[in-house]
């Protein structure tokens, strides 16, 4: 993430051109998803002041076109694709993540890394549960720095389903994309996650496997 | 009440049980093919170990960042939204 989110004196500017009744609603909208925002962007970013500047962006833009939301029970899918587009569009600029738009069209969904796969010893019963014990293992950061690696649609895809916990319909109603390219993006996103944490397992010894085959 | 019987439901194999993983624990499966996993899993207990491990996985990732925000954030958007 650059530095180049709008500021919080873009959001201070937004709401100043309000109406006092927007002003009202606006409050009224985004206060009590505060906490589900700023999660979101922690879980997209990480870093928490970059988080903070993201969700004053969300702010300021949903305070710009608050005159086109027309349903108001659905301002946090609103907020949430604001968001959600904010942070890609940034991702595209910093332009590292030139592959993203080639990998979605590609079909071969079932032939990915399985972390689960790699670890666990079927023939080997007595060892109790390698798979298991690896993820005892792993610490938040762990997770958290797997899932920052991941190309910005994936890691929008996989928060969106596992950090908050939204069905593959809402998400795809958030990205504006079909149900079947969300089904795919997750798995994509989870294979990519799970080998950066075979990856990083097998960089602590916690894994005394060869190289994966994919 | 419309019940699936058991001895209608199809024998799937693991690379499709596999395949029906992700939406297994997702919750995004009804119908015939959750039965379908539903059977396989109960006699195959090295797909039962797969999703066992993929609901594992997901559920360390639903903890992230649960309540691990600072209150700058609701402390600086409060300050901003109230003044006016
Ligand atoms: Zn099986």
């Known amino acids: 993430m650059g530095t180049i989110i709008p500021s919080w004196r873009q959001l201070d500017e937004g709401y100043m051109r309000l109406t006092q009744q927007q002003r009202e609603e606006i409050k009224r909208l985004v206060l009590p998803l505060l906490d589900d925002l700023e999660r979101f962007a922690l879980s997209l970013c990480h870093r928490e002041d970059l988080a903070e500047e993201l969700v004053a962006a969300t702010i300021a833009s949903a305070c710009e076109s608050f005159g086109r939301l027309r349903d108001t029970t659905k301002a946090k899918q609103w907020l949430f694709r604001i968001l959600s587009n904010k942070f890609l569009s940034d991702c595209r600029r910093q332009s590292r993540h030139k592959e993203i738009a080639l990998t979605d069209s590609l079909e071969d969904d079932n032939n990915q890394f399985s972390l689960f796969a790699a670890v666990s010893q079927p023939f080997l019963l007595w060892w109790g549960n390698p798979e298991r014990e690896l993820i005892s293992h792993l610490l938040d950061e762990d997770i958290q720095n797997a899932l920052d690696s991941l190309p910005g649609d994936f890691r929008v895809a996989v928060a969106l389903c596992d950090v908050e916990g939204l069905t593959y319909e809402q998400i795809a109603s958030i990205l504006k994309i079909p149900l079947g390219t969300v089904r795919s993006r997750i798995a994509r996103g989870r294979s990519l996650l799970q080998k950066k944490l075979w990856h990083h397992a097998r960089d602590m010894g916690l894994v005394k496997t060869k190289e994966p085959h994919q | ?84």
Request: charged letters at 35%; proline letters at 0%.
């Open chain 2, 1 to 84: 009440m419309k019940t699936i019987n058991k001895k209608t439901v199809k024998t799937i194999s693991c690379d499709q049980a596999i395949k029906l993983v992700f939406s297994y624990i997702d919750d995004e499966i009804r119908g015939t093919h959750r039965a379908e996993l539903e059977h396989h899993l109960e006699t195959c207990r090295h797909c039962f170990d797969r999703v066992a491990f993929e609901k594992l996985l997901k559920s360390r990732l639903r903890r992230l960042n649960v309540g691990g925000s600072s209150k700058r954030l609701r402390q600086r958007i409060d300050t901003l939204l109230e003044q006016f």
